[in-house]
C-alpha cells in the first residue's frame, strides 16, 4: 500500500498572534499523528503578544510547528516563502483567520488522487452564509459557471474553476515551481494575487477544481494583518493598485481593459459605504491614485522583479 501524499499546510499572518492561535489550534486537531503533514507558520508581525507567543514556542518545540519569523512583508513574498520551505506534494493555503472541521486535510488530499489535478479551491463559508446547491442556481448562473465567469465558493458541488481563494487554496508543489510562484508585485491585502497565479498556472497547463468537502469557515478578523481600519487611505490606494496590476497582467484585449476601467469606475461612484461617507471625494481621489499607481507598475514590470521567487530555484 502506497504511502499518503505528504501535505504542507503553509499560513502567512501579520499582528494577529491571539487569532492565529485560535487557528491553529483548530488545524492542529485534526492533523493526522502519522507525520504526513507539517505545519509551517510564515510570521511577518512585529507585533509581541506573549501569551500567544508562548504558545507558538511550545507548539514549535513540540514538533507541531515550523515558526517562520521573517523580516519581510507581503502576502506573496509568504507564500513563496512557504513553498521553498515545504517539504509536502501538496500545499495548503490557509488565512490566520480560519475555522476548519474534521476531514479537511484529507479532503484536500484525497483531491489529488485526479493525477492531473494540479490545484484545488477549497470551500469558504462566513457567518450567515449557507451552502448553495446546483438545483439553486438560475440558467444565467449555470452558463456563467460552465463558462468560468463565476466561482461560488460556497457550492456544494465540485466544478471545474478558474481561480482560488487565499484563505483555502492548495496546489501540487511543482506546479507552484513551474508557474513561477506568486507574483510579489502584489502587496498589503493583494486584491488579484490568487487569481492571477491561477492564471500563469493554467497557462502552464495545469488544471483547477473546486471541491466542496474542502470547505471551512472564515472569520474575516478585520483589525490586524493588512487590513488596519485606521489606514484607510493607504487600504483604498491599495486596492485600486492591486486590482489594476491584476487586470493589466492577465489581460491583453485594449477594449476589454477600457471596459473593466469604466465599470470600476462606475460601481466605485455608487458604492454605499463609499457615498454616504464624509470623505467620500478623497476615497475616490485615493481610489483613482491607485488605478494610476497600478498601471505606471505594470508598465515597468519585469520578471526579475515580479517572480524572484522563480529566479531563486532556476
Not at 488545524?27 to 509551517?40: C, Q
Request: a neutral charge; glycine letters at 8%; aromatic letters at 12%.
Amino acid at each position: 500500500m502506497s504511502s499518503p501524499l505528504r501535505v504542507s499546510v503553509v499560513i502567512p499572518t501579520l499582528n494577529r498572534a491571539a487569532v492565529l492561535c485560535e487557528t491553529l489550534e483548530s488545524l492542529l486537531a485534526i492533523v493526522p499523528a502519522d507525520g504526513s503533514v507539517e505545519v509551517r507558520v510564515v510570521d511577518q508581525s512585529s507585533e509581541v503578544e506573549p501569551e500567544a507567543t508562548a504558545k507558538l514556542a511550545a507548539w514549535e518545540q513540540a514538533g507541531r510547528i515550523h515558526h517562520h519569523q521573517v523580516s519581510f512583508r507581503g502576502t506573496t513574498k509568504a507564500r513563496n516563502f512557504g513553498a521553498l520551505q515545504a517539504s509536502g506534494e501538496v500545499i495548503v493555503y490557509l488565512d490566520d483567520d480560519v475555522l476548519l472541521p474534521p476531514g479537511f486535510i484529507e479532503a484536500h488530499r484525497a483531491a489529488y488522487g485526479d493525477q492531473d489535478l494540479a490545484g484545488v479551491a477549497g470551500g469558504v463559508l462566513h457567518e450567515g452564509e449557507k451552502t448553495i446547491g446546483h438545483d439553486q442556481l438560475t440558467r444565467r448562473q449555470r452558463a456563467d459557471l460552465r463558462a468560468g465567469r463565476l466561482v461560488l465558493f460556497n457550492a456544494d458541488f465540485a466544478f471545474p474553476t478558474l481561480w482560488a481563494r487565499g484563505c483555502n487554496m492548495s496546489f501540487r508543489r511543482e506546479w507552484i515551481l513551474r508557474a513561477g510562484g506568486f507574483d510579489e508585485n502584489f502587496y498589503g491585502v493583494a486584491v488579484g494575487e490568487e487569481p492571477e497565479f491561477c492564471h500563469r498556472l493554467r497557462q502552464a497547463g495545469g488544471s483547477l477544481r473546486f471541491v466542496p468537502e474542502t470547505r471551512l469557515f472564515h472569520r474575516a478578523v478585520a483589525s490586524g494583518g493588512s487590513r488596519d481600519e485606521a489606514r484607510q487611505r493607504e487600504g483604498f490606494v491599495a486596492y485600486a493598485d492591486n486590482a489594476s496590476y491584476y487586470w493589466w497582467s492577465v489581460e491583453t484585449r485594449p477594449l476589454r481593459r477600457l471596459t473593466w476601467l469604466f465599470g470600476l469606475a462606475i460601481a466605485m461612484l455608487f458604492n454605499r459605504r463609499i457615498f454616504l461617507s464624509d470623505l467620500w471625494p478623497k476615497h475616490l481621489l485615493w481610489f483613482f491614485i491607485g488605478l494610476r499607481q497600478g498601471l505606471q507598475r505594470h508598465a515597468r514590470r519585469q520578471p526579475q522583479d515580479a517572480f524572484p521567487f522563480y529566479n531563486s530555484i532556476v
